[in-house]
């Protein structure tokens, strides 16, 4: 159904597609689907947060899995685990935690990065403009 929906937006009238001379305009149709850059942002936290996954032992990370990514109620993963719910619920409280650990690491690190990289590109730029003045002033 939002398919066949955005399929009719982008229909437009023969009408307006022409100028008055009969010369046709060039049709721009705005891109329905995302644009690189959140896709590139999107397929890194991906990857990221399936790191962070693959780090926590394999009780907590099939409890994670069934609870938070397929989706099932606590009931559910306690019967496919074949364990009680108090310990489900026990394994997804410890496993988010570590994920929330792991994950604040790494979102830290970022940080740190992007500070020292924010730093070196002010020392850089205001090298550059010192330069710059100096050449101005050795022209006057």
């Known amino acids: 159904m939002l398919l066949r929906r955005k ?4 229909e437009v009238p023969i009408a307006e597609s022409s100028t008055e001379d009969g010369a046709a305009l060039p049709l721009d149709f705005p891109d329905s689907g995302p644009n690189p850059e959140d896709s590139c942002l ?22 994670i899995e069934l609870r938070e990514f397929g989706e099932l109620s606590t009931g559910e993963t306690a019967q496919v685990m074949g364990l009680s719910v108090g310990a489900v619920k026990a394994r997804v409280f410890h496993g988010r935690r570590k994920l929330r650990q792991t994950l604040k690491r790494y979102v830290e690190s970022t940080r ?3 500070t020292r990289a924010l730093r070196q590109e002010t020392r850089w730029l205001s090298t550059l403009i010192g330069q710059k003045q100096a050449l101005r002033e ?3």
């Open 112 to 114: 740190t990065y992007r």
């Open 138 to 140: 050795a022209e006057l």
């Open 7 to 10: 399929r009719g937006s982008r």
């Open 42 to 63: 999107q397929r890194e936290q991906e990857r990221i947060l399936c790191a962070a996954v693959n780090e926590l032992k394999p009780g907590l990370r099939k409890a």
